[in-house]
C-alpha cells in the first residue's frame, strides 16, 4: 500500500512539472506597499492645487505617521532615493490596506556628505503626521501631483523650524 501511495504522490509531482503548472502560494499581503514617486506631476497640472482635483482623482486619502526616513544610494551609485516609512491612522478615501503600512520612494536626498536634490518631490520627517492623497493605477500606487498630493497635519513641536514648510514649498527630497 505504501508503494502505491509514494508512487502516486510521485507521479502527480511529476505530472505537474513536466505541465509547468507548479502549485504556487498566494502572497495576498505585501508589506509595505510601495509607492514609487517620480516627480514633475505637480508643476505640469495647474489643478494640483485645487483640493477637490486630488480628493477626485485619488484612489486613497490617508493620514499616518512618518516612522522612518532614509536615504540610500542605488545599486549603480548614480543616484539617491529616500525611502520613507508610513504608518497608516486613518483612512479618509479608500479601503484598508494589508497591515496599514506604505513605503514612499523618492528621489533625491543626502548619503554621507553628498546630496542629490529633484524637483516637486514631498520631503519626509521621522515623527510628523501627514495626509497623503494616493493613486492606484494596475496595482501600483503613486502619490496624486507630487509634492501637492503631501499634507503635513501636525506642525507642532518641530526640531528644525527651518523646514517647517519644506513639503508647501517643494523643496528637494531631504532636509539641511
Request: proline fraction near 3%.
Amino acid at each position: 500500500m505504501k508503494k502505491i501511495i509514494i508512487f502516486s504522490t510521485l507521479s502527480l509531482l511529476m505530472a505537474f512539472l513536466l505541465t509547468g503548472c507548479v502549485p504556487q502560494t498566494k502572497n495576498i499581503t505585501k508589506t509595505p506597499i510601495i509607492v514609487r514617486q517620480s516627480g514633475g506631476q505637480g508643476l505640469l497640472i495647474a489643478e494640483c492645487a485645487d483640493k477637490n482635483y486630488l480628493t477626485n482623482i485619488a484612489s486613497y486619502i490617508i493620514e499616518g505617521t512618518v516612522t522612518k526616513v532614509e536615504s540610500k544610494w542605488n545599486d549603480e551609485k548614480t543616484s539617491i532615493f529616500t525611502y520613507s516609512d508610513l504608518s497608516i491612522d486613518n483612512y479618509l478615501k479608500g479601503d484598508s490596506l494589508p497591515d496599514d503600512k506604505i513605503q514612499i520612494i523618492t528621489p533625491g536626498g543626502v548619503v554621507g556628505d553628498i546630496g542629490q536634490a529633484v524637483e516637486d518631490q514631498p520631503i519626509f520627517h521621522q515623527g510628523k503626521k501627514v495626509k497623503i492623497y494616493l493613486q492606484e493605477v494596475n496595482g501600483e500606487f503613486e502619490i496624486v501631483c507630487g509634492r501637492n498630493g503631501v499634507e503635513e497635519t501636525e506642525k507642532a513641536g518641530m526640531a528644525n523650524p527651518a523646514s517647517q514648510s519644506c513639503i508647501e514649498k517643494g523643496g528637494s527630497s531631504f532636509a539641511a
